[in-house]
T-cell receptor, first 115, second 118 residues
Framework: DQQVKQNSPSLSVQEGRISILNCDYTNSMFDYFLWYKKYPAEGPTFLISISSIKDKNEDGRFTVFLNKSAKHLSLHIVPSQPGDSAVYFCAASPISNFGNEKLTFGTGTRLTIIP | DARVTQTPRHKVTEMGQEVTMRCQPILGHNTVFWYRQTMMQGLELLAYFRNRAPLDDSGMPKDRFSAEMPDATLATLKIQPSEPRDSAVYFC????????????????FGAGSRLTVL
């Protein structure tokens, strides 16, 4: 039962263009959403996050959009650069008063930026 | 630069052997997570701890896997006996104590332990 789904295993984008990665979730208890980026032979690194009280969060070239009614989020990268080539994981969790709750990850989308 | 340290980075073993993977979380972090990366499931949670207490190990095959935190600086994941289907990359991640609503779940991952069971 995949509660966080990334339906596109791979995506190729021309350098300088916009990359859009999508993620859907099924668990209504999820309040907090994150994107992680992973290079080969390294662990995932945190990229950007958004809480359920917002619908957009921006950090430089990266913007995450959340549509709670559709249970959908997306990551926009503009302009795309060759160094953005990596696997991107969407993750979600509930928030509690006790702190970090377990993150549920999607299966990842491999982004390739074409020079 | 604080980091999560995992050992070994690579392990090749034969079916039936015991495998122990170790993780040193970031000093001051109070949550520790074990994830396994597979092609089909992505990153799946095996177990996690808060303040060294196990909170959830429902993702772990109980008959062969065990996870412990003997102290705040060491987490272990043991497989006994190992099977070929256990071949995967195992990640440890740690998270800081609760500081508020935002940034609560920013986990820092180690570089992973790649396990191959023949």
């Amino acid at each position: 039962d995949q509660q966080v789904k990334q339906n596109s295993p791979s995506l190729s984008v021309q350098e300088g263009r916009i990359s859009i990665l999508n993620c859907d979730y099924t668990n209504s208890m999820f309040d907090y959403f994150l994107w992680y980026k992973k290079y080969p032979a390294e662990g995932p690194t945190f990229l950007i996050s958004i809480s359920s009280i917002k619908d957009k969060n921006e950090d430089g070239r990266f913007t995450v959009f959340l549509n709670k009614s559709a249970k959908h989020l997306s990551l926009h990268i503009v302009p795309s650069q060759p160094g953005d080539s990596a696997v991107y994981f969407c993750a979600a969790s509930p928030i509690s008063n006790f702190g970090n709750e377990k993150l549920t990850f999607g299966t990842g989308t491999r982004l390739t930026i074409i020079p | 630069d604080a980091r999560v340290t995992q050992t070994p980075r690579h392990k090749v073993t034969e079916m039936g052997q015991e495998v122990t993977m170790r993780c040193q979380p970031i000093l001051g972090h109070n949550t520790v997570f074990w994830y396994r990366q597979t092609m089909m499931q992505g990153l799946e949670l095996l177990a996690y701890f808060r303040n060294r207490a196990p909170l959830d190990d429902s993702g772990m095959p109980k008959d062969r896997f065990s996870a412990e935190m003997p102290d705040a600086t060491l987490a272990t994941l043991k497989i006994q006996p190992s099977e070929p289907r256990d071949s995967a990359v195992y990640f440890c991640a740690s998270g800081p104590p609760w500081t508020g609503f935002f940034g609560a779940n920013v986990l820092t991952f180690g570089a992973g332990s790649r396990l191959t069971v023949l």
